[in-house]
Nanobody
Framework: VQLQASGGGLVQAGGSLRLSCAAS????????VGWFRQAPGKEREFVAA????????RVTDSVKGRFTISRDNAKNMVYLQMNSLKPEDTAVYYC??????????????????WGQGTQVTVSS
């Protein structure tokens, strides 16, 4: 399985970005794909995840109402729409996948596959 993340960049506070994760190497009829982020000097933390099969989502409290995760099964793509960005959202964002439930993807230690990171920088 390969995960390719893209869409990061520099944006002013209050702005928006959309991250994309292209998945390949397997038939994605099961499992969950999501996003983690890691700011300098901090641990990697869960952001959001979505089930490939039924679209159930999980979003961490700090981004609820601002970030939306979605998927396109036909294209094997997962997206993270980030609105009302804040400087504290600045981090490297990683795409991740696990052959399990959406809930089971919420711990970085349970990730089966990682993509490379994409930098998101929000200026104040």
């Amino acid at each position: 399985v390969q995960l390719q993340a893209s869409g990061g960049g520099l944006v002013q506070a209050g702005g928006s970005l959309r991250l994309s994760c292209a998945a390949s190497g397997h038939t994605f009829s099961s499992g969950a794909v999501g996003w983690f982020r890691q700011a300098p000097g901090k641990e990697r933390e869960f952001v959001a995840a979505i089930s490939w099969s039924n679209g159930i989502t999980r979003v961490t409290d700090s981004v609820k109402g601002r970030f939306t995760i979605s998927r396109d099964n036909a294209k094997n793509m997962v997206y993270l729409q980030m609105n009302s960005l804040k400087p504290e959202d600045t981090a490297v964002y990683y795409c991740a996948m696990r052959y399990g439930t959406v809930g089971s993807l919420m711990a970085s230690t349970r990730v089966d596959y990682w993509g490379q990171g994409t930098q998101v920088t929000v200026s104040s």
